[in-house]
């Protein structure tokens, strides 16, 4: 007899070392009952050279963190998308699910002033249009796993969201989800090489040919040298500084329904400046310590990921850009990839933390001027 499908995702295999991302082996097929959700900011480009970049990142993290407490920060497979987040879950959390996209759209409508579009979709359509999701769990850390996707049904999905397909009505207004533990403290990190690179490469054809496997591999070659290219949260001095730009992102996550916007404003510029003076300072409160908690923030990041094709935000020197953007080109025209570049002057973080007394707090990396969104404008149609 078959085990319980809810216990699908805790059995993946872990797998440490991002390099071995697209062996297929390590993979495993959503069960046919499964619903992936999908969110994705409206004319979110536009939203980010208009200075709504902080605001496009909080709409994006918002879902992983109202789907997170929906299901009582039990793990699950999620992935962020800088202007937009998908996840996966059973069908006795479909109704769960649904209702947390559908408080996430309106938040996000009444309280950021920007459209979200959000979607869930059953396996079975994804399977029925040719495309499978197949997932495995990476370790960046001891402390937590992101899920990595394969087989193009994300991406499939993510094309019928944005064609209105499987929508889900945002709520009605004053309609809020719950997100605790959704924290924008930290500025922006200004590139210590030269440029924060957001890259996108995607397989033009199927993700377990050879060339292509072996172009995200000159791609992680090419980033390994700590010269050349670095996380882009290495130096989080640089991010340390008071008031944060998200002050007023994080003040309307977390007010309640009836309070001022100006009261929770002061309430949390208060919490955010005594957070602030505590990792300045490395000030211990408790058992909360504070070097511990910074190098956790740093090993959790998500600066880099597969759904449906690399991901990667980098601190790196203009010319390894240009031959990361040449080695893309070259995979482009031979046929064997699609890519996306944008270059900026430094990069953001959006925070998912339940508690600072645990170690598996989540941190969402992106460019700071565009950043994924950016880079993922310029890819190709396939």
Not at 72 to 96: C, H, I, K, M, V
Request: aromatic residues 8%; glycine residues 8%.
């Amino acid at each position: 007899m078959g085990e319980p499908i809810d216990d699908f995702y805790p059995q993946v295999p872990v797998f440490e070392g991002f390099a071995r991302l697209t062996d297929a082996t390590l993979y495993r097929p959503l069960p046919e009952d499964w619903v992936i959700g999908l969110s994705d900011v409206v004319a979110s480009t536009a939203a980010i050279r208009a200075g709504q970049y902080k605001s496009v990142n909080v709409a994006g993290a918002a879902l992983i963190a109202a789907v997170s407490n929906a299901l009582g920060q039990r793990d699950y497979p999620f992935a962020f998308g800088g202007d937009g987040a998908s996840f996966a879950l059973p069908p006795a959390d479909a109704e769960t699910a649904r209702t947390a996209l559908a408080a996430t759209a309106a938040w996000v409508r009444d309280e950021l002033g920007l459209t979200l579009r959000v979607a869930l979709v059953p396996m079975s359509a994804i399977r029925t249009a040719g495309w499978d999701v197949r997932i495995a769990r990476y370790a960046p850390s001891p402390d937590v796993t992101y899920a990595m996707f394969m087989g193009g049904g994300l991406a499939w999905a993510g094309q019928e969201l944005k064609a209105g397909a499987f929508a889900v009505e945002p709520a009605p207004p004053g309609t809020r989800p719950d997100l605790s533990g959704l924290f924008c403290r930290w500025q922006e990190f200004p590139a210590r090489h030269g440029v924060v690179l957001s890259l996108i490469a995607t397989p033009a054809v199927a993700e377990s040919e050879a060339p292509f496997q072996e172009l995200v591999g000159d791609i992680l070659r090419m980033t390994g040298r700590e010269s050349e290219a670095q996380h882009p949260l290495a130096d989080l001095r640089s991010g340390m500084g008071w008031p944060p730009p998200g002050l007023d992102a994080e003040a309307r996550a977390s007010r309640r329904s009836g309070q001022s916007l100006l009261s929770r404003k002061l309430l949390v510029g208060l919490k955010s400046l005594t957070s602030w003076a505590i990792l300045r300072f490395r000030i211990p409160i408790g058992p909360f310590r504070p070097d511990r908690y910074l190098g956790e923030l740093v090993a959790n990041a998500d600066f880099r990921k597969y759904d449906d094709g690399l991901r990667m935000t980098l601190d790196c020197t203009p010319a390894l850009a240009d031959r990361l953007e040449a080695r893309l080109l070259a995979a482009e025209q031979a046929g064997i990839a699609r890519f996306g570049l944008h270059r900026q002057e430094a990069a953001i973080v959006t925070c998912y933390t339940p508690s600072a007394m645990r170690s598996d707090h989540v941190h969402f990396v992106d460019g700071a001027a565009g950043g994924y969104a950016a880079a993922a404008a310029r890819l190709k149609p396939s």
